[in-house]
């Protein structure tokens, strides 16, 4: 069981115990779920399908997402709206995590050169809550210089790593672009062959990381893009992620064959042997979003569209013309039954990266 090598067994953990999660994963060979998470709403369904399935998971925010859950009429110019809706976002989410009685590591997603202030913002939130409870406030955070030269991509993330390693605090970071849109950053026509990660540039990251913190892991790209397609449209190559790690093993001369902590990114639509065959070459992340967007909207849909004619006024239905309709538009109704939905897709994911039966 994954919360025997874990000293936090429930709630937010942190340091080595987000290591040794991912150690775990990789011996055992599952990888944990990322979920794109907007509001408490969504941050519930993930958390209830991860306990309802007896496994690990991480709920991470984007830049919008955590503006999203600030609220959308806060200003972001300086993404202070993105600041103080991640921080928001945090201490929700170890508000109530605990309560689900399963790990969870609190994650941020992709933070591009053009966001960095939303990162140095965090960060400095991570650094006050550390002063007080001995801990950040956020369990990682990633960085995303991948559309950066690869030396200027490098030198950055290293100081970021310098930041947070006095905290034990992950770092997540990009070589290699991921392709698609998702949440305004848009890939869709960059060469495909950028899409594709160099064994070399994995071995100069790791070998310049590792002698900083032994928290990061890299999102190395295999033709991976955002967003879900028609099936044979994206070309993944797990096996790159193999070479990947031989190359640094062979490198270093170390004794472990997965010597790196990789990360999966656009992986909505993907084939489940497409997520096996990653997980066998080391991935212990799996980022979820855009299938989960859609399985939301689909529990909210079908149940306006069965229930419309209790919808359309507040008083008036086929039972009568003074019946009153506040059972049917109550939000608690119709948003939980998007819950429901996305609960269940975030559970097939559990499933299919082999997350589920693991605590």
Same mark, same amino acid.
């Given at each position: 069981?994954?919360?025997?090598?874990?000293?936090?067994?429930?709630?937010?953990?942190?340091?080595?115990?987000?290591?040794?999660?991912?150690?775990?994963?990789? =011996?055992?060979?599952?990888?944990?779920?990322?979920?794109?998470?907007?509001?408490?709403?969504?941050?519930?369904?993930?958390?209830?399908?991860?306990?309802?399935?007896?496994?690990?998971? #991480?709920?991470?925010?984007?830049?919008?997402?955590?503006?999203?859950?600030?609220?959308?009429?806060?200003?972001?110019?300086?993404?202070?709206?993105?600041?103080?809706?991640?921080?928001?976002?945090?201490?929700?989410?170890?508000?109530?995590? =605990?309560?689900?009685?399963?790990?969870?590591?609190?994650?941020?997603?992709?933070?591009?050169?053009?966001?960095?202030?939303?990162? @140095?913002?965090?960060?400095?939130?991570?650094?006050? !809550?550390?002063?007080?409870?001995?801990?950040?406030?956020?369990?990682?955070?990633?960085?995303?210089?991948?559309?950066? $030269?690869? @030396?200027?991509?490098?030198?950055?993330?290293?100081?970021?790593?310098?930041?947070? $390693?006095?905290?034990?605090?992950?770092?997540?970071?990009?070589?290699?672009?991921?392709?698609?849109?998702?949440?305004?950053? %848009? %890939?869709?026509?960059?060469?495909?062959?950028?899409?594709?990660?160099?064994?070399?540039?994995?071995?100069? #990251? !790791? &070998?310049?990381?590792?002698?900083?913190?032994?928290?990061?892991?890299?999102?190395?790209?295999?033709?991976?893009?955002?967003?879900? !397609?028609?099936?044979?449209?994206?070309?993944?190559?797990? =096996?790159?992620?193999?070479?990947?790690?031989?190359?640094?093993?062979? +490198?270093?001369?170390?004794?472990?064959? &997965?010597?790196?902590?990789?990360?999966?990114? /656009?992986?909505?639509?993907?084939?489940?042997?497409? !997520?096996?065959? $990653?997980?066998?070459?080391?991935?212990?992340?799996?980022?979820?979003?855009?299938?989960?967007?859609?399985?939301?909207?689909? /529990?909210?849909?079908?149940?306006?569209?069965? %229930?419309?004619?209790?919808?359309?006024?507040?008083?008036? %239905?086929?039972?009568?013309?003074?019946?009153?309709?506040?059972?049917?538009?109550?939000?608690?109704?119709?948003?939980?039954?998007?819950?429901?939905?996305?609960? +269940?897709?975030?559970? =097939?994911?559990?499933? @299919?990266?082999?997350?589920?039966?693991?605590?």
């Amino acid at each position: 069981m994954a919360t025997s090598v874990l000293s936090r067994k429930k709630g937010v953990i942190v340091g080595d115990d987000v290591l040794k999660l991912f150690q775990y994963a990789q =011996e055992k060979q599952f990888a944990i779920p990322a979920i794109n998470v907007t509001s408490s709403s969504t941050v519930n369904a993930a958390l209830e399908a991860a306990r309802d399935s007896k496994a690990p998971i #991480i709920l991470q925010l984007s830049q919008g997402g955590a503006a999203y859950f600030g609220g959308k009429g806060l200003a972001n110019g300086k993404q202070e709206a993105s600041i103080a809706g991640a921080v928001a976002a945090a201490h929700t989410i170890r508000s109530i995590a =605990e309560s689900y009685e399963i790990p969870v590591v609190l994650h941020t997603d992709h933070c591009a050169k053009k966001l960095l202030p939303w990162l @140095d913002g965090m960060m400095d939130a991570d650094e006050a !809550y550390f002063k007080q409870h001995g801990e950040p406030l956020f369990s990682s955070h990633m960085i995303d210089l991948s559309e950066e $030269a690869v @030396d200027w991509n490098i030198e950055t993330t290293a100081k970021y790593l310098k930041r947070a $390693a006095p905290m034990k605090q992950w770092l997540e970071m990009e070589i290699g672009i991921t392709g698609g849109e998702e949440d305004g950053v %848009n %890939n869709e026509d960059v060469d495909n062959n950028s899409l594709y990660t160099q064994p070399e540039d994995i071995y100069e #990251i !790791y &070998k310049t990381l590792s002698a900083i913190s032994p928290y990061f892991s890299i999102a190395a790209g295999f033709g991976n893009v955002h967003g879900v !397609y028609k099936p044979g449209n994206v070309k993944l190559h797990p =096996e790159l992620l193999g070479k990947h790690q031989a190359y640094v093993k062979e +490198k270093t001369g170390g004794k472990s064959d &997965k010597p790196v902590f990789l990360v999966f990114h /656009g992986g909505s639509g993907s084939s489940k042997q497409e !997520y096996l065959d $990653a997980i066998n070459h080391g991935v212990v992340k799996v980022n979820l979003d855009t299938d989960l967007q859609y399985a939301y909207l689909s /529990g909210v849909r079908d149940y306006v569209l069965k %229930n419309k004619d209790y919808l359309m006024t507040a008083v008036g %239905n086929p039972d009568g013309e003074d019946k009153p309709n506040k059972k049917w538009f109550d939000p608690r109704v119709w948003v939980r039954q998007g819950e429901l939905t996305m609960s +269940k897709r975030v559970a =097939e994911g559990l499933k @299919d990266f082999n997350t589920a039966s693991q605590l």
